[in-house]
């Protein structure tokens, strides 16, 4: 029997790695024509330890001027197919994306394009919600392209807002019933076009 062929997948992130941990915990599940080959983060955060803990090799690559350059020789050298932003919180230049075109997909707290694009992330994009009055929200995975949240979508997931939810509130469950649930269906969606030699996207 053939061994399957897999898309090798690059994690990035910069903080608790919960979507990191989602991916981890649906490989050879719901995520079985990708394995997740490598974390890097862009500053000291507990995602670490998710990695370490499930044997995964990281890399702590410091933000700044020389992270991508560092970033792409060690994608290039570990042959990565695939890179997932799950909670990073760079921003990565056009040219970057473009040595991955259509190969870098994100995670982003909010039904896109609402509270979306430059200063939109982490709790900022929940109390958005919040102040607008929203009745749904959720979460959405696309494409990165060169616009900020701006690429194809590939999934998405609505949560409704309950009354009482506080910012917090509403981050957890967005997290709990969208995020991780979207992130891991999109990366093995994304996953077996690439084996599959198809567009990542339609
Ligand atoms: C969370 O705000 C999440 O909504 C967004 O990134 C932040 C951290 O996620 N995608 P994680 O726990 O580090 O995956």
Not at 98 to 103: A, E, F, L, N
Not at 107 to 132: D, E, N, Q, T
């Amino acid at each position: 029997m053939r061994k399957a062929i897999k898309a090798r997948i690059a994690v990035f992130v910069s903080g608790g790695g919960s979507n990191l941990q989602a991916l981890i915990d649906q490989s050879g599940k719901t995520l079985k024509s990708g394995v997740i080959t490598l974390v890097v983060a862009d500053r000291p955060c507990s995602a670490r330890e998710r990695a370490r803990n499930a044997g995964i090799p990281f890399a702590e690559i410091q933000r700044g001027p020389d992270f991508e350059e560092k970033a792409l020789a060690i994608l290039q050298e570990r042959k990565i197919d695939l890179v997932i932003l799950a909670g990073f919180l760079s921003i990565l230049s056009a040219e970057f994306v473009s040595v991955y075109k259509d190969r870098i997909i994100n995670i982003h707290p909010s039904l896109i394009p609402a509270f979306a694009g430059p200063g939109y992330y982490g709790l900022r994009v929940h109390r958005a919600a919040l102040k607008r009055g929203v009745q749904i929200t959720g979460a959405t995975v696309h494409i990165v392209n060169e616009i900020p949240d701006g690429g194809p979508i590939i999934l998405q997931k609505a949560v409704a807002v309950r009354k009482h939810d506080t910012p917090e509130t509403l981050q957890l469950r967005v997290l709990k019933e969208a995020e991780w649930v979207i992130l891991p269906k999109a990366a093995e969606m994304v996953s077996k076009a690439i084996v599959k030699g198809e567009p990542t996207w339609k």
